[in-house]
């Protein structure tokens, strides 16, 4: 008598504060293709970006919080300045120009110059990002990886989970669908062997119009993580131009005459 009086209770109270605090979707139930195939289209729409920044970056061996100034557009053209807290001087000037890159350590009187790959923005940021996924992990729209795709609900946070399987590797996303909203709060892209390539996480998104007149989501506050070269790069975005024409000469440096090789000894 006394069991079948507990699960009275239990059975009633399973919607009660403190009982069963799960959420269930507040729309249809999702398919995963089709979250992917509407990411897929709301990073196709974000062609290019210039933004102030704050970043906790490395420089040199050292690690340091300050602003930095950024611009990119796809086709593997990215632009950093690294202000100095002084006065405003450039500390660290690297372009990736599509097929090379250089960079250029004033603080410390130095170069790197090569191919236009994932490891440009390592040289600049600590963190291995072919240069068109950091412009669209910058605007809150991660490239994914091709596989088999399945979604799950967080009914906890209210959020998505899709997974994606690939001969490649595996990816991960939690997405905030609500409203009609697709902004993806986490990512995480595995290797096939397991072991996190990256991750980012996306915190306080905003509206932000783009120069046609569009308008656009995207996280005021980014945190990228390469566990291969133990780092994390923290940005908080200040004012940004979504989608500007930025003329192909912004994305040369001039490396001077006889500077030495950054880390040569």
């Known amino acids: 008598m006394k069991l079948l009086l507990s ?4 059975a ?13 979707r507040p729309y249809a139930e999702p398919k995963a293709d089709e979250v992917v195939g ?3 289209k709301q990073r196709d729409a974000l062609k290019s970006f210039s933004a102030e920044s704050k970043m906790d970056y490395w420089l040199g061996d050292q690690r340091v919080k300050g602003d930095v100034l950024v611009m990119g557009t796809t086709g593997k053209k990215v632009r950093f300045n690294a202000l100095s807290p002084a006065g405003g001087d450039v500390l660290v000037d690297m372009a990736c120009g599509g097929t090379n890159f250089a960079y250029v350590d004033k603080q410390n009187n130095c170069q790197l110059a090569g191919p236009c790959d994932r490891s440009s923005i390592a040289a600049m940021l600590r ?8 412009l669209h992990l910058a605007m809150g729209t991660p490239p994914v990886i091709e596989g088999t795709k399945t979604i799950a ?13 690939g001969p490649t590797g595996t990816q991960t996303l939690t997405l905030d669908l609500r409203n009609g909203r697709l902004d993806v709060i986490d990512s995480e ?17 905003e509206s932000s119009p783009d120069a046609a ?5 995207l996280p005021t506050k980014t945190q990228f993580k390469s566990p291969k070269e133990k780092a994390d790069l923290v940005v908080e975005w200040g004012q940004r131009t979504i989608n500007p024409t930025i003329d192909d000469a912004k994305f040369v440096v001039s490396v001077p005459d006889g500077l030495p090789r950054c880390g040569a000894k």
């Open 213 to 217: 007149g569009g308008d656009h989501r």
């Open 189 to 205: 892209l595995k290797d096939a062997n397991g072991k996190t390539v990256w991750s980012v996480k996306n915190t306080d998104f």
């Open 7 to 10: 699960l009275a209770v239990l």
């Open 153 to 165: 609900w967080d009914s906890s946070r209210s959020l998505e989970k899709v997974e994606v399987k």
């Open 12 to 24: 009633a109270c399973a919607g009660c504060p403190g009982g069963n605090t799960g959420q269930k």
């Open 38 to 40: 509407r990411l897929a």
């Open 127 to 134: 963190i291995e990002l072919e240069p068109d996924d950091f």
